[in-house]
């Protein structure tokens, strides 16, 4: 058994009118799997395109039926897991019993729902994202691949702006983070990625919308900033343009283990009795 796992991005626009968006993110994940990816990630809310629309009462709120975890949307792509033998990260609007959430499920390759996430950090500051309700854990699991176990974990879009997010998945055992998106990938956002990989050790890959929905640059780091002579090396295995493609690359699973064995970065150091005040809630600039 090889130990490189080949993680895939579908950076895709939104499926049209005339088309289904279960059938249109199968096809791609076919197309995934036949590039040897064992886990393939979906863009952010793929259920809806992260559309909407203005109602009759002026407020904008999400197009598209809310999904539940049991419904016909999931069950399509837990059937399609199994006969492509992958792992897939589907998201969606999401009908929770606390309102609407955006949500990510983990489904792996024998059709199981591994993990199931919301959105812990909701743009609350702004219409739609403003009408739903976060989530309230950062959970990882771990999945079989082709390349073995491995530990994941999950973060959507605005999620990554906080370093406590991907630190938290990573003390709870994340070697890989998965990030659906749906906002500009900039160079800015692109190095604030690249930095939480870094400082955390662990392999991220997001998927983002093609333009013009968003800008594409879908990005998969593998976490590895130095070699082991401890020279400096591009952790940015693939990156996406703008158009719509499938953004595969391959993480050696048993390099990156080794390398946050013997790494100062991570947990060994932290102090976490001074840190404190991060936990409290008042709002500080």
């Given at each position: 058994m090889t130990e490189t796992l080949h993680v895939a991005s579908l950076q895709l626009r939104p499926a049209g009118p005339d088309e289904d968006c279960r059938?249109?993110?199968?096809?791609?994940?076919?197309?995934?799997?036949?590039?040897?990816?064992?886990?393939?990630?979906?863009?952010e809310m793929w259920s809806n395109g992260y559309g909407s629309e203005r109602s009759s009462d002026g407020h904008v709120r999400f197009s598209g039926p809310p999904r539940k975890r049991?419904?016909?949307?999931?069950?399509?792509?837990?059937?399609a897991a199994v006969s492509l033998g992958v792992?897939?990260?589907i998201t969606y609007l999401e009908s929770a019993a606390d309102g609407l959430r955006n949500?990510?499920?983990l489904i792996d390759a024998r059709g199981r729902i591994a993990l199931h996430y919301s959105k812990v950090h909701t743009c609350a500051f702004d219409e739609p994202e403003s009408f739903l309700a976060p989530g309230d854990a950062l959970d990882v699991c771990e999945i079989d691949t082709p390349a073995g176990p491995v530990t994941v974990g999950i973060l959507i879009c605005f999620d990554r702006e906080f370093p406590e997010s991907a630190r938290e998945l990573a003390r709870n055992g994340a070697e890989l983070i998965l990030v659906p998106n749906c906002c500009e990938l900039e160079q800015h956002r692109l190095a604030q990625l690249e930095a939480r990989a870094?400082?955390?050790?662990?392999?991220i890959a997001v998927a983002n919308y093609a333009a013009p929905k968003a800008n594409g640059r879908s990005v998969l780091f593998d976490g590895m900033a130095f070699d082991d002579s401890g020279r400096s090396r591009k952790m940015r295995v693939s990156e996406g343009g703008e158009d719509e493609a499938v953004i595969a690359g391959p993480i050696d699973l048993a390099a990156?283990?080794?390398y946050r064995q013997e790494e100062p970065w991570g947990e060994k150091w932290r102090r976490a009795e001074l840190y404190s005040e991060l936990s409290k809630r008042e709002n500080r600039t």
């Open positions: 059938e249109k993110g199968i096809r791609y994940c076919r197309a995934a799997r036949d590039m040897g990816a064992g886990i393939v990630v979906f863009p049991g419904d016909s949307y999931v069950a399509a792509f837990q059937e792992s897939l990260v949500s990510a499920t870094f400082e955390n050790m662990a392999a990156l283990r080794k």
